[in-house]
């Protein structure tokens, strides 16, 4: 016996009207992921064009010569090393941080590695992850939430790349590894240390000149020598 044609009909109009909201559904949660993946890609965008140094990505060294150090050996926050100064050094004492500037325009900032955020405890693979993460990571058609991890990272980036800063580096030697931010030879002759140990440990190291200076008060060879003599600070 055939179904009644009311009865037929109120169950196409109640098939049409699930089919309908499930479409609604659909469309919604497409378009409120599109959308924020497309507001993640502004984002990007507007962070990098503020800070170009986050289009930086870390590239081997140019020039890999050692220079001899002269300088006194530092130890401070668990970490030793040479510096290429021989002058006198006027010492500078932080809650977090550690400054020592010598007469000759040449000085060296030494961060406290409880200080320094989520590296401090996630490792050279989180920094290496921001480090190697550009505006070009950014597409507004990328899976879910990959516009938004880009950010992130560039967010953690610029923490770590000075807006000036105009290469960035891979370095490491006598056990510790890492990158290096900005050129000695270039203005502001500024350049950041972000140096991991085997233990995963984070040291972050600025070497600048006094403001004002005409030359740099620092070589890269002379840096490559001080990574070189990097070691465990004496119990």
Known sequence: MDEPKPKRKI????RAAIIGVLACVILLTVGGYIASEIEA???VQELAQDEPGLDLLPKPLVDRRVAQLEGPRIERYGISFQVPWKESAKERHFRSLEILAFAGGGSVMILDPAQLG??????????AASFQTSRADARWWWTPGKNR??????????????????????????GYRG???????QEPFTVTLHLFDEHDRHYEII????????????????INAIVASMRPAKP
């Open 207 to 222: 070497l600048a000149t006094s403001k004002g200076a005409a030359h740099p008060a620092i070589t890269q060879p002379e």
């Open 41 to 43: 890609w502004h984002l």
């Open 149 to 174: 991890r880009t950010f992130l990272l560039l967010m953690e980036k610029s923490n770590l790349v000075h807006p000036k800063d105009t290469v960035l580096y891979r370095v490491e030697g006598n």
């Open 179 to 185: 990158f290096q931010s900005g050129d000695p030879e």
């Open 118 to 127: 989520p590296f401090a405890t996630t490792g050279y693979e989180s920094a």
């Open 11 to 14: 169950a196409r109009t109640v």
